[in-house]
């Protein structure tokens, strides 16, 4: 029993560690590209603010990804989604496990 428990909490500290780096990572991502241009933590300017994106995309990591892929539309602001367009043709360049960290960062941008 000891031992399962121990083992759980790895697995769990792992994951931890895991997704911390990702959103690190995400974070460094998505300053360098210049997104911090449009969106702001909390308040909406050109683009909708971190705070909107990531309550909508809460649960729909893979829909994010489709969209920051150019591969799925966008959830918030649709109507607005155009002037995203030049972005996402710069960002396509970006690895797999680059845009997983990107759309990390932008998901659990709240907890920041």
Known sequence: MLMKKV???LF???????????????KEIF????????HKKSNDTIGPSLHRISKA???KGEDLLNY???KGKPIVEPKR???MNP??????????????????YIIIANDT
Do not use: H, R
């Not at 300053?31 to 449009?38: F, N, Q, W």
């Not at 972005?87 to 990390?104: F, P, V, Y």
């Open 7 to 9: 083992i759980l909490s």
């Open 12 to 26: 769990i500290f792992v994951l931890f560690l895991i997704d911390a780096s990702a959103k690190d990572k995400g």
């Open 31 to 38: 300053e360098k590209k210049g997104c911090t241009l449009c």
């Open 57 to 59: 995309y809460v649960g």
């Open 68 to 70: 920051l892929k150019s």
């Open 81 to 83: 989604a155009l002037v």
């Open 87 to 104: 972005q996402l043709i710069k960002i396509k360049i970006l690895s797999d496990e680059d845009m997983k960290s990107l759309a990390t």
